[in-house]
């Protein structure tokens, strides 16, 4: 099986919601990453988790934290966000270094 | 640093033509990984190969090819035959020392006419 789940599909919040994006996976990778995607845009690394731990922030805005709850679940939580984070948000997995199974990402609208 | 480039933006071709999408890249690292994805409209990165830096071997899958030169610091990827269902984002992709974080390319848009 490989196949990384990601909940919601499609997300419309305001600047003042609180929202969580969900990712799972059942592959036994100890690596999950988030990436945001804009359109035309390649995908862009925010977080990486390794063993539950998480070893790369890429300096991303404090409105945005990652959580690892175990090795199979990794989920993003979304608080006071700007209209210019609407974007694609897509979950990785992998046994480094082979390469990353995506899922089919959320696409978020900050309103 | 690393660095990947797909020079191509936008390729239309029309169905049943061979079309080939260029990959560039740069890295200091002796060990290093090589990925090509593909992003249909639905949005979802499909993995289609993996090259390490030690096989140089071309590798063929049903119409697709890759062709795999250090040399040239090349990894171009042949599509044989196009079909509408390849109309795409193909992203050319490298990693290497801890290998969590990948370099993408800027993408290749493939659009297969009818």
């Known amino acids: 099986d490989t196949e990384v789940t990601q909940t919601p599909k499609h997300l419309v919040m305001g600047m003042t919601n609180k929202k969580s994006l969900k990712c799972e996976q059942h592959?036994?990778?100890?690596?999950m990453y988030w990436y945001k995607q804009k359109a035309k845009k390649p995908p862009e690394l925010m977080f990486v988790?390794?063993?539950?731990?998480?070893?790369i922030n890429e300096s991303v805005p404090s409105r945005f934290s990652p959580e690892c709850p175990n090795s199979s679940l990794l989920n993003l939580h979304l608080h006071a966000l700007q209209p210019e984070d609407s974007a694609l948000y897509l979950c990785?997995?992998?046994?480094?270094?082979?390469?990353?199974?995506f899922g089919p990402g959320t696409r978020l609208t900050v309103l | 640093a690393q660095k990947v480039t797909q020079a191509q933006t936008e390729i239309s071709v029309v169905e049943k033509e061979d079309v080939t999408l260029d990959c560039v890249y740069e890295?200091?690292?002796?060990?290093?990984?090589l990925f090509w994805y593909k992003q249909p409209p639905s949005g979802e990165l499909v993995f289609l190969i993996r090259?390490?830096?030690?096989?140089?071997q071309n590798e063929i899958s049903g119409r697709y090819s890759w062709n795999f030169q250090k040399s040239t610091s090349s990894f171009n990827f042949t599509i044989t035959a196009s079909q509408v269902v390849d109309s795409a984002v193909y992203f050319c992709?490298?990693?290497?020392?801890?290998?969590?974080?990948?370099?993408f390319g800027t993408g290749t848009k493939l659009q297969v006419i009818p």
């Open positions: 990785a997995s992998s046994r480094p270094p082979n390469e990353q199974f």
């Open positions: 592959m036994g990778h100890r690596a």
């Open positions: 988790y390794s063993y539950e731990k998480l070893s």
């Open positions: 890295t200091r690292d002796t060990t290093y990984y």
């Open positions: 090259r390490n830096s030690f096989d140089e």
């Open positions: 992709a490298l990693s290497s020392g801890g290998y969590q974080k990948v370099t």
